[in-house]
């Protein structure tokens, strides 16, 4: 079974380890703790689970944790086997009114995981596997602990593949990607995981448990309550289980890619290649800075484009793709580039080697309209070129769909010499880069998140993303279905019983 990885080393030992938001955890009985391990008998208390239950792949906590910091600490972390000890523990809580938060492979990178207000660290890796493939209607149920390596193996005994393949596949799981509405490499021909998903068991905070959607491939039964737990990051119910469209493992691969003179006319092409419904599984235009960091190509804008399946469907979308590159002037760069790709893909070294040298860095993946990507372009790289310190702001587009597309940005910057408190200068810096590139998208008309969700980091853009009306619905329906508050507390931009969100 794959276990979570932890994002950077502690230099201090593990019972040394502070909570960055002190003072927010919630008072728990030791003898409730005793009491829980009655319903949920695989229960820890010691310094390293209570240390790494506390943290997830956040980049700005990465530079806490070198200071023997996580943002928060849980009172304890409950390990549930089944269905019926995530209802019991649910239950048990919401009648204390003890904070609850789902924790898996930890791997997000916006602080979604972390036990704000310490409480119970929910720890659903103890809850893996493939429960089952109906290989004639080609669906798959899978429990939420399990890591993507694990599953994509139970589905190719099959002849199967979900197609999901998140850059973090071998660090996160199941429920996680339900949870932050994720999305693979491969989005542009297997869709996201919300596309992928029919049906899911969850348990609310009351310890009831129901079904949304089926197996059914679709269905008029009111409306779609799916939606209301993909993506809500553990703040209105625990995934238990989850039914998805699964795939044929693709009998065939093709690969092609070009260089283009700008990013924007690379956007271009591939709005059109969607368009006239092309839709290869991978299709990644990298900006000059981007190409030169990860192909060592000079002055050009990268498309990479990958796609597998059936051949005359690939063919007919490599078609496509050929047309519409050549109809912009792109040329044609050496396949090695495509292979180059394959192999560094999943590669996050460079993260930790940044952090342990003072570097900030972050990503910010947004979405919108093709006719709105090129402004929002500008106007973020520009943004973030503008905070001082800046040492990198650079873009890839990574997602594509008939009405857009995702941008991935990237920015960097390093205290300057002789910084007084670098911790500090960090923490401007990365609020002032982030709010740039939010500024940009909203004043754009785009989304603040494609995949990597809200968490601690973007909470506070979310009203003015969605509105008033909006964030009071959500906090209506979440008073609805957890009305003490107790799951994940202060997420998603949401008010918490528990006290004011806390914020670096
Ligand atoms: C290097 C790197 C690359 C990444 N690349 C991608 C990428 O390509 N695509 C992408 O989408 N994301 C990516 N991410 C972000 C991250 O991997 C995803 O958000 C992932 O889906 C998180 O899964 P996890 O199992 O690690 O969940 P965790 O980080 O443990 O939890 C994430 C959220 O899900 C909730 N949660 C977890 N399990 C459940 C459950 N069973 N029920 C209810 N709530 C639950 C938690 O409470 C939390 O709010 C990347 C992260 C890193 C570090």
Not at 357 to 376: C, M, N, R, Y
Request: aromatic share 6%; hydrophobic share 40%.
């Amino acid at each position: 079974m794959t276990r979570p990885t932890p994002p950077i080393e502690f230099p201090v030992p593990f019972d040394q380890v502070t909570a960055r938001f002190d003072g927010k955890a919630v008072d728990v009985p030791d003898g409730f703790v005793k009491d829980l391990a009655g319903v949920c008998p695989v229960m820890a208390t010691d310094a390293e689970s209570l240390a790494e239950s506390g943290r997830d792949w956040w980049p700005l906590a990465l530079h806490w944790a070198l200071e023997g910091q996580v943002p928060a600490l849980p009172c304890c972390t409950a390990r549930p086997r089944s269905t019926a000890e995530v209802s019991a523990l649910l239950s048990a809580c919401n009648q204390e009114g003890v904070p609850v938060t789902p924790v898996a492979g930890r791997s997000g990178v916006c602080g979604s995981s972390v036990p704000l207000y310490g409480g119970v660290a929910l720890d659903m890796c103890g809850m893996e596997g493939l429960v089952g493939v109906d290989e004639v209607s080609l669906t798959g149920t899978a429990l939420p602990g399990t890591f993507g390596p694990d599953l994509e193996i139970a589905l190719r005994e099959h002849g199967c593949t979900l197609g999901h393949w998140p850059q973090s596949v071998a660090i996160s799981t199941v429920g996680g990607w339900l949870a932050c509405r994720g999305a693979g490499q491969y989005s542009t021909r297997y869709g996201k995981i919300e596309d992928m998903t029919l049906g899911l068991e969850v348990v609310l905070a009351d310890g009831r448990v129901l079904r949304t959607g089926g197996r059914s491939p679709r269905s008029a039964t009111g409306p779609g309550l799916t939606d209301f737990f993909i993506g809500s990051e553990g703040t209105l119910g625990v995934i238990t289980e989850a039914t998805f469209q699964l795939h044929p493992v693709p009998p065939t691969e093709r690969r092609v890619a070009f260089g283009f003179s700008s990013f924007p006319a690379g956007l271009d092409a591939c709005r059109r290649i969607l368009r006239r419904g092309g839709r290869p599984a991978v299709l990644r235009l990298y900006d000059e800075i981007e190409t030169q960091r990860n192909f060592s190509l000079e002055g050009t804008n990268a498309l990479v484009v990958l796609d597998e399946g059936d051949p005359i469907v690939i063919d007919s979308a490599m078609k496509i793709v050929e047309d519409e590159c050549a109809g912009s002037g792109a040329t044609l760069l050496d396949l090695s580039l495509v292979e180059h790709w394959l192999g560094h893909r999943n590669d996050t070294s460079a993260l930790q080697a940044l952090t342990r040298i003072g570097i900030v860095v972050d990503t910010i993946e947004i979405a919108a309209p093709w006719g709105a990507l090129p402004g929002i372009y500008d106007s973020a790289i520009g943004g973030m070129r503008a905070v001082p310190g800046n040492l990198n702001a650079s873009v890839h587009q990574s997602h594509s769909y008939t009405s857009g597309a995702c941008l991935y940005f990237t920015f960097a910057g390093n205290p300057p010499e002789g910084t007084e408190d670098p911790a500090a200068w960090r923490a401007n810096f990365y609020e002032a880069s982030w709010q740039a590139v939010m500024d940009a998208v909203i004043t754009g008309g785009g989304t603040i998140s494609h995949h990597h969700g809200i968490g601690v980091n973007r909470a506070r853009f979310m009203r003015p993303a969605l509105g008033d009306a909006t964030m009071s619905l959500l906090a209506d329906i979440k008073h609805c279905l957890d009305p003490h508050g107790i799951l994940n507390p202060g997420k998603l931009g949401l008010p918490s019983p528990f006290g004011e969100v806390p914020w670096p």
